[in-house]
């Protein structure tokens, strides 16, 4: 068990460009959340997944985001068109089944200049 | 009004000392409870755990769940300068997909 990894670390964009996140679940953990956090803050819902379905997602993820989970193991995020205002921490999270407890990847870091 | 409130600190102690850390929130529906710390700039890890109210002790670590007051804390005894962190309360429900809802964080410096 090698835990929940996330790639990139760090991102620097420009304003207007596209970026994708990768996140590698703690294997056999079915369930796999994305959250944004901003400085300050603590981290808030973007969408969740049970194996391959995306079963919600929270109105803070706009048209311009994307998420997929294809194979039920690693997940995507896409940002399209970033926007400065899309700068923060983007943390991957993973569950088992039968477990409330989710356990974070080191998460992505984004500066959109 | 968010639905977890949490005091954002700075919250600085000496070493050795007692701490605590508290999150209130609105919601009566949350069922699970779970503290996390967090390095600057790294991902949040997760300590403690519980379900309903209660107490759970893990090592220095002690959370609480007062479900009728909606109030949860985290003890931290004999603190130490590895514990300097921010602190993130969150919980969660089984009809909501269990995602988190987290507070906003606490700092804590413990001074050597």
């Known amino acids: 068990d090698t835990g929940v990894s996330q790639d990139p670390r760090h991102k620097i964009t420009k304003r207007g460009q596209n970026v994708t996140f990768r996140c590698d679940p703690i294997s056999e953990h079915n369930r796999l959340y994305w959250y944004r956090q901003t400085l300050g803050q603590g981290p808030e819902f973007l969408t969740y997944?049970?194996?391959?379905?995306?079963?919600?997602k929270s109105r803070l993820l706009s048209d311009r985001f994307s998420a997929e989970r294809p194979k039920g193991s690693f997940s995507t995020l896409e940002i399209q068109r970033t926007e400065q205002g899309d700068s923060a921490m983007y943390l991957c999270?993973?569950?088992?089944?039968?477990?409330?407890?989710?356990?974070f990847g080191p998460g992505t870091r984004l500066l959109v200049l | 009004q968010k639905e977890v409130e949490q005091d954002p600190g700075p919250l600085s102690v000496p070493e050795g000392a007692i701490v605590s850390l508290n999150c209130t929130y609105s919601?009566?529906?949350?069922?699970?409870f779970m503290w996390y710390r967090q390095y600057s700039r790294k991902g949040p890890e997760l300590l403690m755990y519980?379900?309903?109210?209660g107490n759970k002790e893990d090592g220095r670590f002690t959370a609480q769940v007062d479900k009728s007051s909606k109030y949860i804390s985290l003890f931290i005894r004999d603190s130490q300068p590895s514990d300097s962190a921010t602190y993130l309360c969150?919980?969660?429900?089984?009809?909501?997909?269990?995602?988190?809802?987290f507070g906003s964080g606490t700092r804590l410096l413990v001074r050597p």
């Open positions: 919601n009566s529906a949350f069922q699970y």
């Open positions: 999270a993973s569950s088992a089944f039968d477990q409330e407890t989710q356990y």
């Open positions: 969150a919980m969660s429900r089984m009809d909501s997909s269990y995602k988190l809802i």
């Open positions: 519980t379900y309903s109210s």
């Open positions: 997944f049970q194996n391959e379905a995306q079963l919600e």
